[in-house]
Nanobody, 121 residues
Framework: VQLQASGGGLVQAGGSLRLSCTASGLTVYPYGMAWFRQDPGKGRELVAGISWSGGSTYYADSVKGRFTISRDNAKNTVYLQMDSLRPEDTAVYYC???????????????WGQGTLVTVSS
């Protein structure tokens, strides 16, 4: 039972990456899903969230207009498309499944192992 995050790597500023989070032994439907990130020395930050249907999304101000969260319930996978990357986006990115159908004011009960994104200037 796990969430497997992948797609991280090293990219130059202005570049793009696409993160994937695939569930194994559990389903992403009908739960809210989210991507968090954590930089050493900083707290964990909610980057983006998506409701069970994909009809509602949330983005942190720092990534709004550059990142896009999406989901494919049939593939049991959630994505985070990251464009116009900046050095300050460097962090370990984690996907998580909420206990409910949304992504706000909820607890997250399953977490992926994290994938490192490094943006060079």
């Amino acid at each position: 039972v796990q969430l497997q995050a992948s797609g991280g790597g090293l990219v130059q500023a202005g570049g793009s990456l696409r993160l994937s989070c695939t569930a194994s032994g559990l389903t992403v439907y009908p739960y809210g899903m989210a991507w968090f990130r954590q930089d050493p020395g900083k707290g964990r930050e909610l980057v983006a969230g998506i409701s069970w249907s994909g009809g509602s999304t949330y983005y942190a101000d720092s990534v709004k207009g550059r990142f896009t969260i999406s989901r494919d319930n049939a593939k049991n996978t959630v994505y985070l498309q990251m464009d116009s990357l900046r050095p300050e986006d460097t962090a370990v990115y984690y996907c998580a499944r909420s206990r409910g159908s949304t992504y706000v004011n909820v607890r997250y009960d399953y977490w992926g192992q994290g994938t490192l994104v490094t943006v060079s200037s």
